[in-house]
T-cell receptor
Framework: NAGVMQNPRHLVRRRGQEARLRCSPMKGHSHVYWYRQLPEEGLKFMVYLQKENIIDESGMPKERFSAEFPKEGPSILRIQQVVRGDSAAYFC??????????????FGPGTRLLVL | GQNIDQPTEMTATEGAIVQINCTYQTSGFNGLFWYQQHAGEAPTFLSY????GLEEKGRFSSFLSRSKGYSYLLLKELQMKDSASYLC???????????FGTGTLLAVQP
């Protein structure tokens, strides 16, 4: 049973380019969460999605950032016109679809984004 | 609002016991999680508490007091490989999202 998968594991972009980060949840999980972790800091919630729906995007910057979780395929976190301050580790987590379980979030290995 | 506080760093000796405390203020509180994160790696789930009391899982135990907004993670028989960051996270709010503390960096010394 594969865990949460993220790709790429490392991504280098120049200022102004677009970064596209992918996340495939664990099998049977339909809830996806994105977090950002800056060096020496904790995980910061960005967005919570279910299939084809954004449930909570209260942690997303208002500009340049967007997320989707289509009916088919992985969840995508897109950062347009990247700036150096976007350099961070971006983690995806998934949890089961039923509310009767404890809904533990399981994390992927992360994508380390470096903006030059 | 939501707020999590935990110590930034702790040091302990191999074979000993260490307790990492966490206080939280979470509207619509619905559970307290502990994760372990080694440098450069993903957080891995350790424990979950939603009711008051102690949950034991091998060398790790976690305690919750909802009335005090307080939790701790207890690590027994410390091993060198336990050197890592330990993240406290509360779940709550309208969408049950997780809010993480900054993590406690534990250094286990010989």
């Amino acid at each position: 049973n594969a865990g949460v998968m993220q790709n790429p594991r490392h991504l280098v972009r120049r200022r102004g380019q677009e970064a596209r980060l992918r996340c495939s949840p664990m099998k049977g999980h339909s809830h996806v969460y994105w977090y950002r972790q800056l060096p020496e800091e904790g995980l910061k919630f960005m967005v919570y999605l279910q299939k084809e729906n954004i449930i909570d995007e209260s942690g997303m910057p208002k500009e340049r950032f967007s997320a989707e979780f289509p009916k088919e395929g992985p969840s995508i976190l897109r950062i347009q016109q990247v700036v150096r301050g976007d350099s961070a580790a971006y983690f995806c987590a998934s949890s089961p679809s039923t509310r009767e379980t404890q809904e533990t979030q399981y994390f992927g290995p992360g994508t380390r984004l470096l903006v030059l | 609002g939501q707020n999590i506080d935990q110590p930034t760093e702790m040091t302990a000796t191999e074979g000993a016991i260490v307790q990492i405390n966490c206080t939280y203020q979470t509207s619509g509180f619905n559970g307290l999680f502990w994760y372990q994160q080694h440098a450069g790696e993903a957080p891995t789930f350790l424990s979950y508490n939603v009711l008051d009391g102690l949950e034991e899982k091998g060398r790790f135990s976690s305690f919750l007091s909802r009335s005090k907004g307080y939790s701790y993670l207890l690590l027994k028989e410390l091993q060198m490989k336990d050197s890592a960051s330990y993240l406290c996270a509360s779940r709550g709010g309208a969408t049950n999202k997780l809010i993480f503390g900054t993590g406690t960096l534990l250094a286990v010394q010989p």
